[in-house]
Structures are given as structure tokens and as C-alpha cells.
């Protein structure tokens, strides 16, 4: 696959080349118009030559449909992580893992925001977490501790023994915002003082 992929992008370079370097040339006018004229009714007036190019057009659709299957391919892999059982195949979605990273991490009340990202690959699987810390945490044990957190909840999740590459990044950090006062906590009710008079009606 790998040599098909090489061949396919070395083919497709050789062919943008020569297209851009034709089009190049035409700009400068070192093909004049002429020559250009002269190449397509020698192309239209010979039957080999016209059978090549449709050869040639047809092999180059086919291509192009091998790259777009081979890139949707890729991305399909990228997005997913994938293991063997014995009864079969199973793929993980990255975005079950992020989410699952979410819920681990959202029980620590240092940390205010969490966003991470998930990317998998046959080194092994990396993961980034963009994080929002309160202003009166140690950030260097902190980070230490929501590395430790993610990295053991993630090989108990998948059961995998691949590498596992945890980054932290602190994006912002904010102030813990007091709870507001009660307005009427601290007001009095009003005491009356002086006599009643009572009347007759």
C-alpha cells in the first residue's frame, strides 16, 4: 500500500509539474501561440496520439479516485482507534475517549474547563488537554496529577498496552468567584420605640 501511495504522489507531482511549468512558459511567451496551435491539430489529426491521451485521461481518473479513497481511508483511521478480540475487530471513537476524559477530570475542583484532544497513530496514542485552573492551585502538581489521572483511566478504559503520551496546556487561569452575599443577612428589622395611644372610635 505504501508503494502504490509513493507511486501515486510521484505521478501526480511529474503531471502538476508539467502542467504548471507549461503554463508558466505560455505566461512568458517562450511557447508562442503558434507552436501551441500547431501541437493540438497534430494531436486531433493523429489517431494514436488521441487514443494515448483518452488512455491517459482514463488513468488519470482512476488515480484520482484511489487518492480520494486512500485519504478517506486515512481519516477514517485517524479517528479511531482499532483492536483485535478474539471474536472480532473493535473501533473506538477519539471523541468517546475525549468525552471520557472529560467526566474523569470533572470531579476535580481545581480545575474549572477542560477540552481535550485525542490522536491516534502506530506510535502509540497522544493527548492533549487544554485546561482552565483556578489561581490558587500549584500548577506544577496539578498538571502532574491530571497527567496521572488520564493516562491510568485511559489504559484501564482500552486495555491496551501502547505508549500513551499525555500533554497538559494551560490556557487560562481564573479567580474562584465568591458566592454572593445575602443583601438582607445583615439588615435589622426595625424596633419600635415609643408609646401607643389608644383611642376611642
Known amino acids: 500500500m505504501k508503494i502504490v501511495s509513493g507511486l501515486t504522489l510521484f505521478f501526480y507531482t511529474l503531471v502538476f509539474l508539467a502542467i504548471g511549468g507549461l503554463f508558466v512558459a505560455m505566461s512568458l511567451n517562450i511557447v508562442s501561440q503558434d507552436a501551441v496551435n500547431e501541437a493540438i491539430l497534430a494531436l486531433y489529426a493523429t489517431t494514436n496520439i488521441r487514443l494515448i491521451l483518452g488512455l491517459t485521461g482514463i488513468l488519470l481518473i482512476f488515480i484520482s479516485i484511489m487518492v480520494v479513497q486512500l485519504a478517506l481511508g486515512k481519516i477514517r483511521r485517524e479517528k479511531t482507534i482499532a483492536f483485535e ?5 473493535v473501533t473506538i471513537s477519539l471523541s468517546a475517549i475525549e468525552d471520557f476524559i472529560k467526566r474523569a477530570l470533572k470531579q ?8 481535550p484532544s485525542v490522536k491516534a497513530s502506530k506510535k502509540g496514542i497522544f493527548i492533549i488537554n487544554r485546561v482552565t485552573l483556578f489561581s490558587d492551585v500549584n500548577i ?5 496529577k491530571i497527567q496521572t489521572i488520564v493516562k ?30 445575602n443583601p438582607n443577612k445583615d439588615v435589622k428589622s426595625p424596633q419600635f420605640r415609643g408609646s401607643i395611644e389608644y383611642g376611642n372610635y
Open 85 to 89: 478480540n478474539p471474536d472480532g475487530q
Open 108 to 115: 476535580l475542583p481545581e480545575v474549572k474547563d477542560l477540552k
Open 140 to 144: 506544577p502538581e496539578m498538571t502532574e
Open 152 to 181: 491510568t483511566r485511559v489504559q484501564d478504559m482500552l486495555g491496551v498496552e501502547e505508549p500513551i503520551s499525555i500533554r497538559v496546556h494551560v490556557v487560562k487561569i481564573v479567580h474562584k468567584e465568591e458566592a454572593p452575599k
